[in-house]
């Protein structure tokens, strides 16, 4: 991981961070509120050598109680020292657990000797400490004492008596609140590193790169309105879910920059990720921009492009295969542009062979030579073979990544049933991402003036959440579209989408 990752990592979760931070607060705050006071006592000591001689000798014995006094501050910690002191105050303390509460120093060049001792209360600490100083001068008095007799040539005085002190030395709140800060901050960002590590959510472009290099054709921020108005048209023309779709559309462009692709199949790993909702807009903004489009319900286990435009879907696409009603009667037109759809039909009971057949290739086939550009909502890859058996029928697939939904092995094997059929993937769009924080999708957009026409239009398009013409009412190839010259009725006059009587059903081709 680089600094950019890890920065996101924190970024990513720095409530958990903050949590553990303030934790590691409050608990050094508890523990040093509801911690006894301790107090320590200190007492200070010279070291001297017992001689009357030269200047000479009396550097030599300098030094010589220099080199010495590292030895002293050790001996005042040993049972030696000690196990007096305990006697000569009744404590009722063994010498090791006195020696964890006495300290003993001494300044480099020096001869003096700090001793401190820290107890609950400053009288017995001072006292304590008394002891200990006078305990320590008698024993170097009688270990540097000569065996053939004589005085110790080595002389310890108490020069700063121990006084009980006024202030507690303890607990440091500040010291203890410091620590608790920066033990929090270490055990939340390892938390966040390990969450990191455990969570197979995908939650943005930088973790789907990390799964394909295929092009990321947009992004869309989740909208709590989505769920009461799903369609393009029902938000604002510059809102940032307009432009959303608006981008989609031109990088879907730049994608399919050889046009080899008239018919784009939107497809998603798992059910929720928003496909449906996708290739309905997405199919808006195509028509918005002046071409004509086809959309088609093809997800025949749970469709929903006809409860999202307000369509009529008993007959449809399932009604076309089976070739009982002609394709001029099934589609559907929508709003004031060139959107036409032909939505699910029936629920028939074997889907797969429905959208695998031959009849379904020749009707993608005629629509591409009637409309521009087809959108075809397919079911989900991983639940059903729906998907990709129907990608084989399509010049590009584009594949919806529900974020913070899907984990990274459902979208890989989605991926794999893709490229192991051979499917032109287009590639991909973010869904549901936040609006912000490190894995938003920003743009960039700008207002601008559209002719008064147009912008009516449009504005009555955004009141009418409904189709402008009821199913039947109208067939498409009976509307005049301006600005365009194509003539369905020719296209599918002589094709097996034709009614067809009683009599001839043994005639007709395999549904």
Not at 98 to 114: F, G, H
Not at 149 to 176: E, F
Not at 408 to 413: A, F, G, S, T, V
């Amino acid at each position: 991981m680089n600094i950019g990752e890890y920065l996101r990592v924190a970024r990513r979760n720095w409530v958990l961070v903050l949590a553990c931070a303030l934790i590691g607060l409050l608990c050094a705050g508890i523990i040093s509120v509801t911690a006894k006071p301790t107090y320590t006592a200190e007492t200070q000591l010279f070291v001297a050598i017992q001689s009357s001689g030269s200047v000479q000798e009396l550097q030599q014995g300098n030094t010589f109680s220099q080199a010495r006094v590292q030895s002293y501050v050790g001996t005042v910690t040993t049972p030696v020292v000690l196990q007096p002191a305990i006697d000569a105050l009744g404590l009722s303390v063994s010498p090791e657990d006195l020696a964890k509460r006495v300290k003993a120093t001494s300044d480099l060049n020096t001869v003096l000797i700090s001793i401190s001792v820290t107890d609950e209360s400053a009288v017995q600490a001072a006292a304590t400490a008394e002891a200990i100083a006078n305990s320590l001068v008698r024993a170097v008095d009688t270990l540097e004492k000569p065996k053939n007799g004589g005085s110790s040539p080595v002389s310890l005085s108490v020069i700063s008596p121990a006084k009980a002190p006024l202030v507690p030395s303890g607990p440091n709140t500040r010291l203890n609140l410091a620590l608790g800060l920066l033990a929090g901050l270490i055990a939340g960002v390892l938390s966040a590193l390990i969450r990191t590590g455990l969570d197979t959510r995908l939650r943005g472009e930088a973790d789907l790169r990390r799964l394909t290099s295929s092009p990321l054709l947009g992004g869309i921020s989740f909208d709590q309105e989505a769920s009461r108005r799903p369609l393009l048209t029902q938000t604002g023309h510059q809102s940032p879910r307009a432009e959303a779709f608006r981008q989609l559309r031109t990088n879907l462009q730049f994608a399919n920059v050889t046009d080899r692709a008239k018919t784009i199949l939107v497809t998603s790993s798992l059910p929720g990720e928003g496909k449906s909702t996708t290739a309905t807009n997405l199919a808006i903004a195509l028509a918005q921009a002046g071409q004509t489009v086809c959309l088609v319900d093809a997800d025949l286990r749970r469709p929903m492009i006809s409860e999202y435009l307000g369509l009529e879907r008993e007959a449809g696409l399932t009604t076309a295969l089976v070739g009982t009603v002609d394709l001029n009667e099934l589609l559907q037109p929508w709003g004031d542009d060139n959107l036409y759809v032909l939505t699910s039909g029936q629920i028939p009971p074997n889907p797969s062979e429905l959208l695998g057949s031959e009849d379904m290739g020749l009707l993608i086939s005629r629509l591409e030579g009637t409309f521009d550009v087809v959108i075809i909502d397919a079911p989900p890859l991983l639940p059903v073979t729906d998907a990709a058996v129907l990608s084989q029928h399509v010049g590009g697939v584009v594949v919806v990544v529900g974020v913070q939904k899907i984990r990274y092995p459902d979208l890989e094997k989605s991926l794999s049933a893709l490229s192991l059929v051979g499917a032109n993937l287009l590639g991909v769009v973010l869904n549901r991402l936040p609006a912000k924080g490190p894995d938003a999708y920003a743009y960039s957009y700008y207002s601008s003036e559209e002719p008064t026409a147009k912008a009516k239009r449009r504005k009555r398009a955004s009141r009418n959440a409904s189709p402008a013409h009821g199913p039947g009412t109208e067939s498409v190839f009976d509307r005049t579209i301006s600005g365009s010259d194509f003539q369905p009725a020719k296209v599918f006059s002589n094709s097996r989408f034709s009614p067809v009587s009683s009599d001839d059903t043994t005639s007709r081709g395999e549904g």
